[in-house]
């Protein structure tokens, strides 16, 4: 009987669409060299040996957040000794004249207005004009819109006139009602984090998504979320990358250690061969360490994510990989992949490829 690897290699010959139970079979399979090899290929036809990666900053305004999801070491709550508050400005002062994306989120803060929000874009795109603004989450949009009586559409629309450019993929967790039951109740379920990223698109603002891992979800659950994510590409095209983000065991402590390299690179294998309609599959190396990014290079995965100049959310989990990275760092782990460097912005358009040696090959 021909094994699943042989069925999907068949499968893409043909390109047929993987099922729920392909790529259940895909996480019971041992061979993971030849399933990486699978996701390599269709990674390659897609992007050639291109690994992508773009100059940004993370910046987290408040830790403040008035949930208390069981998953999160990042949130607190006003008054303790870990709290903080960004003013507008050390905000703005974070966004340095070579970034091309800042990527903002942080917790649901209490008292902070509406103004703070659209001022924060409209002060950030007046001092660096060429940078792009990815920023927050389906969370926070639908917190918005709750707290400011707003609709949606309204939220968006308003940020989308102050800068905004794109919204991040996060909030989205596991799209399982157990799950969701489990370790954060009072937050957003699957239906209305599709339904705010569905009205983003359709207001021409393209977005992110995300897949939180290893905790207590099980495969079926994980690719129940990535099915999901495909149907809503399917209807909109609005989603630019998935991002499998690796949870961290930091304090909460839901499971006993992280999952391991083995898991994280069957994850992006897996969501490269299913996800056939979403263009980029993200190896984030804050979450995954830098190492296992790399290797990810040649598991289907095609962007490193970036610089990001200061981490705080899985870094307040005590993740492992390094605060920030240099674009040369960047550079020489896809480079030690096999893979040639390419500069981004947050759109995913093409800044400068990097060829052999140093040369500087500025793209179309
Ligand atoms: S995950 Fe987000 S919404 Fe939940 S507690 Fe942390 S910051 Fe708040």
Not at 160 to 180: H, I, M, T
């Amino acid at each position: 009987m021909a094994s699943i690897l042989d069925r999907i290699t068949g499968k893409l010959a043909a390109q047929e669409r993987l099922t729920r139970e392909d790529a259940l079979e895909l996480y019971r399979t041992n061979d993971l060299l030849r399933l990486g090899r699978l996701a390599n290929q269709v990674k390659q036809r897609r992007w050639g040996n291109q690994a992508h990666f773009v100059l940004n900053r993370q910046i987290n305004p408040s830790n403040v957040c008035v949930l208390s999801c069981k998953f999160c070491d990042f949130a607190t709550k006003r008054g303790r000794p870990n709290a903080y508050e960004m003013t507008l400005e050390e905000v703005v002062s974070r966004c340095d004249a070579d970034l091309r994306e800042v990527h903002i989120v942080g917790g649901l803060h209490p008292d902070w207005p509406w103004s703070y929000y659209v001022e924060m874009l409209k002060a950030i795109k007046a001092r660096v004009p060429q940078v792009q603004i990815k920023a927050f989450t389906a969370v926070e949009i639908d917190f918005f819109s709750k707290k400011f009586r707003l609709t949606v559409e309204e939220v968006l629309t308003q940020l989308k006139a102050a800068g905004l450019d794109a919204l991040p993929g996060g909030g989205a967790e596991v799209f399982s009602e157990r799950v969701r039951k489990a370790l954060f109740p009072f937050k957003l379920g699957a239906p209305r984090w599709l339904e705010i990223h569905k009205i983003a698109h359709r207001l021409g603002i393209p977005t992110n998504s995300t897949l939180l891992y290893g905790h207590i979800e099980t495969h079926e659950e994980r690719v129940d979320h990535m099915l999901r994510l495909r149907a809503l590409q399917d209807e909109t095209g609005g989603f630019m990358s998935f991002i499998p983000l690796a949870y961290q065991v930091g304090k909460t402590r839901l499971v006993e250690r992280q999952a391991s390299a083995l898991e994280d690179l069957k994850t992006i294998a897996i969501a490269r061969l299913l996800l056939d309609n979403i263009p980029h599959i993200k190896a984030y190396w804050v979450t995954i360490g830098e190492e296992t990014a790399s290797v990810a290079l040649n598991f289907g995965a095609d962007d490193l994510d970036g610089t990001i100049g200061e981490e705080r959310i899985m870094h307040a989990a005590d993740a492992e990989s390094p605060i920030r990275q240099t674009r040369d760092r960047l550079i020489q782990l896809i480079r030690e992949a096999r893979c040639v460097p390419v500069e981004r912005d947050a759109l995913y358009n093409v800044l400068q490829v990097f060829e052999n040696g140093h040369r500087l090959v500025a793209a179309d």
